[in-house]
């Protein structure tokens, strides 16, 4: 059975860094697209970052583009989110979700499994 699962997510302070980390179970990352979501309370969830199945091509919001990095390592099935400078507003649950036509865009709508989500909150 096809399954995600995030972790690394926690409490950290304005200016600091967190990686979240993806684990699939049951398919392989670099087949399809994967993307990392997040979803704050009272606001619609927001695609951030993707990775392309069979290459290193990637694409970020510009919400976050320059402070996080989305990877993928192969050998442990894992996609990463490493999250740089984070700031108050980078607070909400984390998703990695796939997309299995591997279109690689970065709405909700087009990926098709999801984890079950990890919550970042950055506060001093």
């Known amino acids: 059975q096809l399954q995600l699962v995030e972790s690394g997510g926690g409490l950290v302070q304005p200016g600091g860094s967190l990686k979240l980390a993806c684990g699939g179970f049951g398919f392989r990352f670099d087949y399809y697209a994967v993307a990392w979501f997040r979803q704050a309370p009272g606001k619609e969830r927001e695609g951030i970052a993707n990775?392309?199945?069979?290459?290193?091509?990637?694409y970020y919001s510009d919400s976050v583009k320059g402070r996080f990095t989305i990877s993928r390592d192969n050998a442990k099935n894992t996609v990463y989110l490493q999250m740089n400078n984070l700031r108050l507003e980078d607070t909400a649950i984390y998703y990695c979700?796939?997309?299995?036509?591997?279109?690689?865009?970065?709405?909700?709508?087009?990926?098709?499994?999801w984890g079950q989500g990890t919550q970042v909150t950055v506060a001093s």
């Open positions: 979700a796939i997309d299995i036509s591997n279109q690689g865009g970065l709405g909700p709508n087009e990926y098709d499994y």
């Open positions: 990775i392309m199945g069979s290459s290193e091509y990637t």
